[in-house]
Nanobody, 127 residues
Framework: QVELVESGGGSVQAGGSLRLSCVFT???????MAWFRQAPGKEREGVAQ????????EYADSVKGRFTTSRDNAKKTVYLQMNSLKAEDTAMYYC?????????????????????WGQGTQVTVSS
């Protein structure tokens, strides 16, 4: 069963933009959602997370001011708008659903809070 499906990845030049989309099924429609990424040879890291009502939104320091996440629960979709892309943004980007609607009360990103994951979409930025 596929519950989260990412799309929108591709290859762009530095300074360009991409918008990723993640469609989630009824089973996770009210969950906190997040974007993680993993570059070759590196650990997976949190990029952005957003509560079910969009009140709580957090970003990794490395993407603040450049990336924006949003969601449309009626369409069962969460987005990641990526602007001013850098070569270091190159990674596989994953969509994930949390265990509740409000996101973890702990600071930062915690993979153990997110139990449902998509298969990922590749983003490649050339300089």
């Amino acid at each position: 069963q596929v519950e989260l499906v990412e799309s929108g990845g591709g290859s762009v030049q530095a300074g360009g933009s991409l918008r990723l989309s993640c469609v989630f099924t009824h089973a996770v429609s009210t969950a906190c959602m997040a974007w993680f990424r993993q570059a070759p040879g590196k650990e997976r890291e949190g990029v952005a997370q957003i509560s079910s009502n969009s009140v709580r939104i957090e970003y990794a320091d490395s993407v603040k001011g450049r990336f924006t996440t949003s969601r449309d629960n009626a369409k069962k979709t969460v987005y990641l708008q990526m602007n001013s892309l850098k070569a270091e943004d190159t990674a596989m980007y994953y969509c994930a659903a949390g265990n509740g609607p409000l996101c973890s009360v702990r600071p930062g990103f915690h993979e153990d809070y997110f139990q449902k994951w998509g298969q990922g979409t590749q983003v490649t930025v050339s300089s």
